[in-house]
């Protein structure tokens, strides 16, 4: 039987994933929950990372951005754990506040 519209799958790991479905596979908007505690959340295609999403490590350090066939795609933005997002201005000290990882 294959799913669409709204789930919950969770894997032989331990990960859990809640979102959409289309022919089986993770689409659309959803968070994808690790074993560790570690997230992704935002937007899959053919069950993989695609769109905007960010992803959490368990330790609190954010990357933000777009990814594409499950990998980073483009420019990502990297959130130390202390801060949530880029605060207003962020461009004049960008090196106080993320860090692009390409």
């Known amino acids: 039987m294959q799913r669409d519209g ?40 053919n069950g993989k990372y695609s769109g905007f999403g960010v992803y ?4 609190g350090m954010k990357f933000e951005g777009q990814f594409k066939d499950g990998q980073v795609s483009g420019r990502l933005v990297q959130f130390p754990s202390s801060v ?10 960008a090196q106080q506040w993320y860090s692009l990882v390409l």
């Open 6 to 45: 709204y789930g919950v799958l969770t894997f032989a790991d331990g990960s859990r994933y809640c979102g959409l479905f289309s022919d089986g596979m993770c689409a659309g908007k959803g968070v994808l929950t690790f074993p560790d505690n570690s997230k992704y959340e935002g937007e899959f295609g």
């Open 56 to 59: 959490q490590r368990a330790d």
């Open 84 to 93: 949530d997002s880029m605060p207003e201005k962020c461009y004049k000290r």
